[in-house]
């Protein structure tokens, strides 16, 4: 089998005619004041994406580049290069298995593998690495966000009795703090600070209105702790973030705002699972204690009334508070 | 006798030979191969995908090819990941600690720039030559600190000059064989694109706000005090449209712009280069691609890139000042003097835009 072919010998952009002739294993190419004869042992052949041509790359950057498509067949199979890749490529039905392999994979990959990966490094992170944590970010909030708690001792003692309620049925969490901070600048708002620290504002403690709501919302704050929930959404949405630039990651520059919304998407929905969750462990509580499952529901709709801003603050999401949305009211249902 | 000696020049365009069947399928496969490796594929894609982009760009009847180890490319994501997972990382120890790595990445930028320029270049070629870059390390120390000095202690208003720096940088260290290309673009030219582009981005400020104060009425009222969250979200969402459209205009603009002036001033031996983008057209074929993507869920990705590569390649057009086959003939390959052997042991490819 013959055809002819470019060849071009890695020293200048020349291009000189070659014949190629196959002899089992062997491609002898002749040239027009020489020849020489190539083979696997010292040469590749690299099969084509689409049109482009078909190529044998010899030592020192020698090529020789051909179209004929049955040389090329028959070179791939003396040579014996893997084709499966580039079959696969060129097939439709190969391409529709990959589009359902590629959504069904990625969505289990994002909604159930990233969260379970996520689940276990975090309990295996000693809780120490999540005090330290905790101090420095309470000491930067208290520099740049808050201000003393003026509420007196009498104003804070139903909280702080909640409170210990709380953490007496949760031995492992003996150790968890609650403290009060006043906050203009956010108003109304509890937090989750890892490492065990709950902290609640006094513009929060000015809208509780019974022992419930008090429960409720510190129920909900310890689960976020006992959930590890700081360190769970910050691998999730890391994790996620560079899976699906991985997947999207050979658009342009500008193009690549259109992976923005998966991965918004995606942190929004990991945000919203952990809330269920806080959620869940607050209402366990307040089931088992004979509370009114409706006070968390109340008490956010009446700080959302509050709330001069729509929406909730940037750093409030980042030590995992509640974000001020009446969605909770659906799981007093449950 | 006024002889007027007219320089004899023929444009040889760049020709983009992809489709958008053959290249959705590439991707597809190569996707879902991504997905089941858990991302490890990801490199082995990437390669595929510019060998089909690189194969399908031709000039003069022979086409550009691509040659990166799938394996350089994997240890250079590596390389990626294991930054962001410390710049992530280390927010957990300490909620300031990542401005070090944010700084430390900013210090070695320079070093990975060339790195990656020279990676890029080196597997790229043409008809058997390989483009290059010059490894002046130095030099790009240099010049990216003090383009981010000037730009910083101007308050961006010298953005024009740090573009230029860095351009001229870019432009003058790349080569294809023995030629080196040549960057014939001038200070002023930076500067008045810039400020063109500054003057574009105050009208557009000014067009777009207005145009959300006449959106404003149209929206679902903000009073009531029951759907609070939903209703003011969606407005403020719709709100900022005419603000990110307007952005990515003028982000377009300065893109093309630049562009455009780098490519006409540019030289490589006696050969220059017209490069015809249009902002107007650019503008439209980002912003539908943006479109496309987003509500097709991704499936017109390989759509949009084709697309825009056939734009790209159809308004760049080489001027062969003299006869090309004989230009080709005398460039040589770059031979070993760069120290190839050395440099192929560090070859990473780091995608962490600068
Ligand atoms: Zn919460």
Redesign the pocket.
Known sequence: MRTTATYFDGKSAQAHDATLELFGPTVQVTLSDRAFSVNNETSRVVEPLGNGDWAIELPDRQQIRFTNKEFGNALCVEFRESRFVGRMERSWRWALLALIVAIAGSWAILTFGVPVAARHIAFAVPPELDKKLGRESIDLLDRIMFEESELSDDQTAPIRAAFANILAEHPESADYQLVFRSADAIGANAF?VPGGLVVVTDQMVGLFENDAEIASVLA??V??LRYR?SLRILLQNSVSAVFIAGLTGDLSNITALSATVPTVLMQAKYSRD??HE??GFAFDYMEAHGMDMNALSNLLQRVDAGADRPGSSGIGDWL????QSTERNRDTTE | MNAIVIEKKTYEPVEFSGTTGQYFRIWIVNLALTVLTLGVYSAWAKVRKERYFYTHTSIAGSEFDYHANPLSILIGRVIAVILLGAYFGSGYIHPLAPFPVLILTFLVSPWLVVRSRIFRMRVSSYRGIRFTFKPAYAEAFKVYYLAALVTVVSFGLATGTANYMRNKFAVAHSGFGQTGFKFGGRHSGFVAIFWKFVGLSILMGVVAVSSSALLLPLLPSANGADEVSIGVQASFLVMQIPLLVGYLAVGVYYQVRLRNYIWNTSTLGENSFLSTLSAQEMFVIYLTNILAIIFSLGLLTPWAQIRLARYRAEHLEIALSDDWESYLAASGAEGSALGDEVGQAFDVDIDIGF
């Open positions: 989750a909900h704050e689960g976020h929930h952990f809330e806080a959620d995992s508070s509640h974000p």
